[in-house]
């Protein structure tokens, strides 16, 4: 028994925490009791004295990584003393010159010397289970770790410093209270007395329910923001959605040429302008053949619009307007859509420009989307595409607008069950139902909120979140 | 003297609630029993109030009768009158309560013992426990250290058993508080056991002292009924026992009165409040919250101007009326003042007064979830003793002991009930994982699962364990097992029949004020609306059969709140996987290194048997229980390595 006790909590674990490139310094993480005794049978001082064991908490030395005699790095070595630290164990951290090969080779130091290579997230996950942090945070850590731009790391930050936790919880007290109130009544009908308690319930789960609905508001646009926004290109064959592919990508990996499926490349690819991230579905699709509708058919082109958040739909201003195009039309309907018109550089040959485009597909003067004017292949009218998302996304403004946004699909989900169940006290209170009903549905709404804090007993969902960590935090 | 050594099974240790449901259960299971009692001429005696059920304990007395005891079935004999509380709400908090004639219950609980087979009633101190220790390495594992092997009475013959249940009651080393006058007796003057808490003690049970108290007792010739509102039983009568034929219940019922305190009767109780031995520091044992003495109540609820008072009879023996909300351990002369105040007592006599009682008990966490004591083997617990109050509290727990006790003896599976499953299933977990540091009294709002656990489904719920033990006969679980196919298949008719929304349908909507049909409509939808029910649909019902009264019952409960009841279902499935996850009994937590010291501290004292009763412990929190289930997966983990 005693391998599975050391493998559990009791070992010292040891990961890489800076991302592997030669940059140029990179830090080595410690974790555990034995920590101190560890590093220092690798260390020396810089008096070239192994003295590693007398290091005061929460101080830098300097000194060599050696292995037996031969000098390994030149470190800085911190020490934070338990309960102290990140995962309130020992823990050590060696700041190294860096480079991928002398990284390894002090890791493979420390492993020999007795710790274990920490799983991913297991940093963190010592830390939410010695009580350093509760399961929001844990997972604001694992969203910086994968944070794509400065949204994402933004709002993973607000979450780490609790504003999650603190809705949550002033939400859980309100709800706990009810219940209790509800309870109290029953057992003690002499002393709480029930009488318009009904009414009064359902004053105050109103705006509660609207508190849940406008974080699950913010959820969309946060989600979107921090995850990217799910994005189509579709067009004509020849229009140019390769060339919008490449010049969203930034890369000529995909060979722009006049034949069609002369590339296969990924099926879906993110790209990011500047804060804005697209996630690019169907991109082979694009580079196999630009034939989009003809090939997969108006079924298939409806599903891939469907499952988007964004079409950009590519025209080539070049060339006259077909039934085809008034049929891709009118599959965006009720999209979100950008029409890019492009090709604009062919001065001379441009057939559909800004002005008459409403009047040729709707016969009017004006058309629900956006349109833009480009030319792809110079890479002009990126700036106009950048500002017509953020109007349709972010209302115009990319600075985030609100304290908080959900940006976790798992809290989303929970806040929807929340406020479903609290949705079933009102439809219960409007049934005219007695006072005991209301308190099965206000404890589910109290169990799923206190499950995005992590107050609430999960049945496997501790294990789910850290096994998605990366390693080393 | 001559030593003597008789042998028998199990000796139950008191007479009271406890002790006769748990001898019953063990003498019906073939066992041969002892019941020992301070006093046989008052076996299953109610030294406090003259109810049994009400508010989440009636729900008890039925789970009790479904798993074939007897506490059901002597109260419909005893009663003498009888109300179902909470009618205006919904089935889960309905509540049988009736009012009992204290001598019929006792002569008909007497009744019931002496007849019974290999079940011997003794009157006898029970002086000593009797042990050795444990040389079974298994047992030890479990973490046993001794077996019971019997009791010592006073007079020093001994009782060779397999088993004994402790059902002492309020009797164990107990005095009696009215005021500064204090006496060293059991209740109502009955003689207290003053020698066995110290072989308790000397065998390593932890006890302490707990308190709960009682109002007087009035002449009821010098009550004025005219200033108090009556109150009435119920027509007809719902029997406590599924079994009890309901035109055996239908008599002439006993009335109780209402009054209320006033601000002057509150004013005595103020004034007067440091001679309360409560207040004054007199009583070191901890008081039942939830039952408040009328001196807690005016010290509790500064703004209430009244507090209700229900006067009711104590039985038709007497004339004898128990004041009900007004238990107190004041001073004589100052109850006389405080109940003179109240309207219809202004010229009361006290016959008996109300005085607050101190007693040996047990600290319940020493307990396995059988309530056998987790050190020694084949002693087991029930009842106040285990610090809980009331009387269907403690015949709950004589059950389940006493089942256990047998099982154990019998080497069969011990009989378990939890949370989702029983009212007795929440009691015994609370008891056994909670730090109860009051008089533990059941109440609805302790069962999760309030709305699957109701008194109008005890049967349907727990008669099959009955039936699994051997209490329940296999003619009455047959019985059973046709309800619930009765009920099973009209539900199902119910939801398949559809009614068109033709003009004699909307027709019938219009008389009873409901909204015309749009479309076919099932009869289960319509039952689902508020202006209907199962029995005012009947006319457009015409292929229904003729059902019982309970099947009904149970068809229109199972329809109309399908939606409540299946989300209360979905919470019982949550549950259940912690439930499942099983901690070994010999985990040494000092190995689970990230537990905080207080949790493991808490998990050492408990023990719990598995996940979701560890995170039900004070003090463990839902991070300590992360903290468990990792550790023990990476157990089971290495397991499936080494294999």
Redesign the interface.
Known sequence: ?G???N????DTICAIATAMSDAGIGIIRVSGKDALSICSKIYISGKREKDLLSHTPNSIKYGFICDGDRIVDEVMISYMKAPHSYTCEDVIEINSHGGMLVMNEILSLLLQSGCRLAEPGEFTK?A????RIDLTKAEAVMDIIEAQNRFALESSRAQLSGNIYNEVTSLRKDIIYQMAYI??A???P??YDLTGYSDQLKDKLLPMINKISSLLKSADEGMIRKDGIKTVIIGKPNAGKSSLLNALSGSERAIVTDIAGTTRDVIEETVRLDDIVLNLIDTAGIRETEDLIEKIGVDRAKEKIEEADLCLYVLDSTSDVEDIDKDIFKLCEGKKTIVILNKNDLTPEIKISKDILPMLFSGSDTIDFPVITTSLLNREGLDDLKAAITDLFFNGDLAPKQEIYITNLRHKKLLEEAAGSLQ?VVESID???????Y???L??AYSSLGEII????G?DL??EIFSKFCMGK | MLEVREKIDVAIVGAGHAGCEAALACARLGLETVIFTMSADNIAFMPCNPHIGGSSKGHLVREIDALGGEMGKVIDKAFLQSKMLNTSKGPAVHSLRCQADKMEYSKEMRRILEAQDHLTIKQAEVSELLYEDIADESLKHQGYERRITGVKIFSGIIYEAKAVILCTGTYLKSRCLTGEAITYSGPNGLQPSNLLSASLITAGIELRRFKTGTPARMDGNSIDYSKMEEQFGDDPVIPFSFDTDPADVQKPQVSCWLTYTNEKTHDIIRNNIDRSPIYAGVIEGVGPRYCPSIEDKVVKFPDHERHQVFVEPEGTYTNEMYIDGMSSSLPEDVQLAMYRTVPGLENCKIVKCAYAIEYDCLCPGQLHPTLELKKIRGLFSAGQFNGSSGYEEAAAQGLYAGINAAMEILGKEFLSIDRSEGYIGVLVDDLVTKENLEPYRMMTSRAEYRLLLRQDNADLRLRSKGYEVGLISQEKYDALLKKQELINSEVERLKKTKVGANASMQSFMEKNNSTPLKTATSLAELICRPEFNYDNISEIDPDRQDLPADVKEQVEITIRYEGYISRQLRQVEQFKKLEKKLIPADIDYNDVSSLRLEARQKLEKFRPTNIGQASRIGGVNPADITVLVIYLDSIKRGQANEE
């Open positions: 028994m391998n599975i006790l493998s559990f909590n009791d010592r939410f289970l010695n009580g309870e109290s029953l057992d003690d002499e002393n079933l049934k005219d139902l007695s006072e005991d009903f308190t099965i549905d404890s589910n992590g107050e609430e007993v049945d501790v294990e």
